[in-house]
């Protein structure tokens, strides 16, 4: 078994933590011109799996997506930038926090629009297939409510039949906005859902970072060996923060603190972090601190993007 680096996934888990804070920080001055969906709690789901693949596989996310593209590679400054509103960001501009994207490094985008990206990524392993890509993956990312989509089962289905080399990541955090998987769903059982349209699925438990990378190796290993299809994995996760926006919602009445608690104690931050010297620790820290206000100046003193812009860059 090929071990993963403790300072690489330390460094990744850290980053995207402290570049979502400081965005919770920032984020009433209004200077963030769009709606922020904070992945705090769930990096481990990201980084686990993002670790796992080469620069050439393709991912595809969701309205939450900052965890997925940073840890995909995805530019930091022009991460921020584009959260201002700024001509240097990702989309210059025009998209923000829901539209990231950094084709690149193989971050094909994200739509605020639940369970759109699943038939681009299965598209996307269609494309690998008939080009003949040997060692290229798509990844498939999506929340528990992506579930709930028509078009969920229809990619299902379709990447099954074509023997497709796509992941798919449910990162379940027992959420859709307010409602619990229970007002949802009969049964919990998403992953014999999956099983059922003819690919191996497996639940991973506990927003464990170390199994979740692992999984996602021998999948890709298996998949790009042709030893295998699509292969489905549903990441049990927590989110900490509120559905949309800066804060929490404990006093909303939908979830309580106490069902927080084991997931605060089970954080893969400090996990990981005590794997590594205090001396190595503090340097990562101390690095990424220094990369995050850099790219907060940048996206402070970014211009805006010009008016004549409005209707560059639209498809329709
Ligand atoms: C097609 C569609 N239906 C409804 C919405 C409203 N909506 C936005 S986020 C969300 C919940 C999705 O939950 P989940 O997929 O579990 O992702 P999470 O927010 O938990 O990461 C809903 C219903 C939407 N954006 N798109
Ligand atoms: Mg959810």
Redesign the pocket.
């Given at each position: 078994m090929k071990s993963i680096s403790h300072e690489t996934l330390y460094r990744s888990l850290y980053r995207i933590r402290r570049v979502e804070e400081e965005i919770a920080r920032v984020y009433p001055t209004d200077k963030i011109q769009s709606p922020v969906?904070l992945s705090i709690g769930?990096e481990a789901v990201s980084v686990g799996v993002a670790e796992a693949l080469k620069p050439q596989d393709a991912v595809f996310g969701?309205?939450?997506s900052h965890a997925l593209y940073l840890a995909k590679g995805g530019d930091l400054k022009k991460m921020i930038a584009e959260l201002y509103g700024k001509h240097t960001g990702s989309n210059k501009g025009k998209g923000g926090s829901m539209h990231l994207i950094d084709v690149r490094v193989g971050v094909m985008g994200a739509s605020?629009?639940?369970?759109?990206t699943i038939p681009q990524a299965v598209g996307f392993a269609l494309a690998i297939r008939y080009r003949g890509d040997r060692d290229r993956i798509a990844v498939s990312f999506?929340?528990?409510?992506?579930?709930?989509?028509g078009v969920w089962h229809e990619s299902m289905n379709f990447a099954a039949l074509r023997k497709l080399p796509v992941i798919f990541i449910c990162?379940?955090?027992f959420?859709?906005?307010h409602s619990h998987e229970r007002a949802r769903h009969a049964r919990a059982n998403i992953v014999e859902r999956a099983r059922a349209y003819g690919m191996p699925a497996e639940r991973i438990e506990g927003n464990d970072v170390l199994k979740i990378y692992e999984r996602a190796r021998r999948a890709r290993q298996a998949i790009t060996a042709g030893k295998s299809g699509p292969i489905f994995f549903e990441c049990m996760t927590y989110?900490w923060r509120q559905?949309v926006g800066p804060g929490d919602d404990y006093d909303q009445g939908y979830r309580t603190k106490k069902e927080l608690e084991p997931w605060v104690k089970n954080d893969q931050l400090p996990r990981i972090g005590n794997l590594l010297a205090p001396k190595k620790r503090a340097a990562i820290e101390r690095a990424v601190e220094r990369e995050i206000k850099a790219a907060f100046a940048y996206a402070e003193k970014s211009p805006f993007p010009k008016v004549e812009e409005l209707f560059t860059d639209v498809f329709a």
């Open positions: 969906h769930q969701t309205y939450r605020a629009i639940v369970g759109t999506f929340g528990d409510g992506g579930v709930d989509e990162e379940n955090n959420y859709a906005i989110r559905h």
